[in-house]
């Protein structure tokens, strides 16, 4: 059933999906396979990571991927966020009640996304999901070895199309562990399929509806230990149906939601930025002024920032993903016209809804860094320690340059990991993967970003196996069915599985790895990729990827946020001076990166396919 669903979200979301890419006759993208790494990349204690002879990745090795979908007749391979930041032309209905133990304002901005029945409205449901038409119907595998007994345990996905995030999860928890794995869609991924593309094979695969929960989960042939969910905008129908089936304590509207999350960490006595959520364009200016900021003028509030300097402030909407929607304002003008652009637009993951308040806070002056955790049963584990760098770029405040791995365990890293995990205490997060983004000051004082309950969404696990000798991916596994007795796991892969209690509390990298963001600089038609072959040549690059819109013959845009990124490089090396040298000659390569025909489609069309 699950390749069913993969086929069929393939077909309809082809338009955002990545292919593989060659970015020119030699250089051809296949992407890091996990299961082809020798067993002792897994293991945290491998001091051969250190020994550059033994390197995974020291003849630049490209290894095939075995989760590659296939639609319409060309192979489709998931990117980053492709998956999570798909918006349905769906409506939101009538809210679910929520009990929360956490502060509350005004929220009207999020009721759709953190309170709403699964993205699906009431309309839709009773015309979509019949419940005598379409039931549901637990999709369940089992291990794929005949060998295997029938498993006792088991795991439930949802929205799992990503090859190196859920579709590793399972295939991983199938064969390394024994256990069983039920599939099931989102109301919102579900929705969408059925509206855009009139698909409804997959429909059986849904949430089960409210009050439906036990009996769905009555069918499951194993005992159900926990859920984990790999989008986004699937996340409240997780926590909805993980509560039913007693795997979660309650719904947690504040760990979607920016203004309430912020709330929480304060109430927790953590230090947060002052922050109002806005219903007139008159309350946002009145807050940005007590935060200081004014109009054309340069001041200085409490020693904030320099004279140089104006004071500034974030506006943004309470949900979203990949910084959509966030402003940063220098002047009342610009928080007058960020308000307008916030205000009234489509709620993430509910399009149909819109924001009737927008959230205005306090810019935190300092770097950003994130924060990958796994958590069981309250107790957190860093994976790993990111440090960001975001720059003003294509006049866009916060474009990344790079995610690269830091120590957890200096000074300024243990700041920040602490922090992290105090914000998930104070959000009674209790399991599952975290990416918390916190931005520390000069003072090693730390502020709330934002926490996701969900991974880090890029393909990290290669490259945290590698430098630090272990991932997030096989942490959760380990959280989540490490506690199976022994006599219940399959003795043979004994060796490929964490243990919990062995892990440490925070990692240090052997080695030094980032994740490169390929900045474009240029719009038009792509006439040549440059530099694609100088890159790939780097003592440090193990792998370069372009994305499909970014080949010759489509339409570049300016990079100006994540999404629209031209693709990534990762840099692998233990000598820190070529590591770093080999960063600077790919920043200073992507201005000139793109050749385009400034001149060409000069009737506005974009022949961009993909992604």
Sequence with gaps: MRFIIYFLLASFLQGYFCLAVVSNKKLTHIHNNLSNHDNNSNKFNDSSAKNKNNFAFSSKRRFENPWMLHARGGGTELNDDDVLDVNFEVTNGSSSTTTTPFPQQNNKADNASSLAFDGISQVEREVIFDREDVPTQPSVELPDDPSYPQPKYGLIFMDCFCPYHGIYLIETAKRVYGVGIVNVLSG??????????????????????????????????????????????GLLSAERLGVALKLRDFINPASRHKFLMNAAAKASKLMTVDQKMCSTVEEALAFASELGVRENV?????????????????????????????????????????????????????????????????????QEYAVDIVSK?????VAALWKYDKRPCNGAPFVYHSTMLADANDVVGNAVCHYAIDSLKALDIKWGLSHVEVILDSNLQGRLVEVNCRQHNTDFAPMTSLCIGYNALDMLLAAYLGDIPDIDLPEMFKEERLRWSELPDFPTPNLLGAVIHLVSHAEGPILDIRHAEEIENLQSVQLLHIYPHFMVGNYAEKTIDIRSDAGFVHLINEDRDAFYEDYEKIVKAMPNMFLVDENGYNDGRQQNVGH
């Design 188 to 233: 919102y991924i579900a929705t969408g399929m059925y509206l855009n593309d009139g698909i409804r094979e997959h429909l059986p695969a849904r949430v089960p509806d409210i009050g439906q929960e036990q009996a769905w989960a009555g069918k499951i042939p194993f005992k159900v230990l926990n859920i984990y969910c790999e989008s986004d905008a």
């Design 377 to 381: 049963n309250g107790e957190h584990k």
């Design 298 to 366: 340069v001041l200085n509030v409490s020693n904030k920032t320099s004279q140089s300097e104006p004071i500034r402030c974030i506006v943004k909407p309470s949900r979203g993903v990949a910084s959509d929607g966030v402003h940063l304002c220098s002047s009342l003008k610009e928080v007058q016209e960020a308000f307008e652009k916030v205000y009234k637009a489509p709620v993430y993951g509910s399009p149909e809804d819109k924001y009737e308040e927008v959230l205005v806070q306090e810019f935190a002056i300092g």
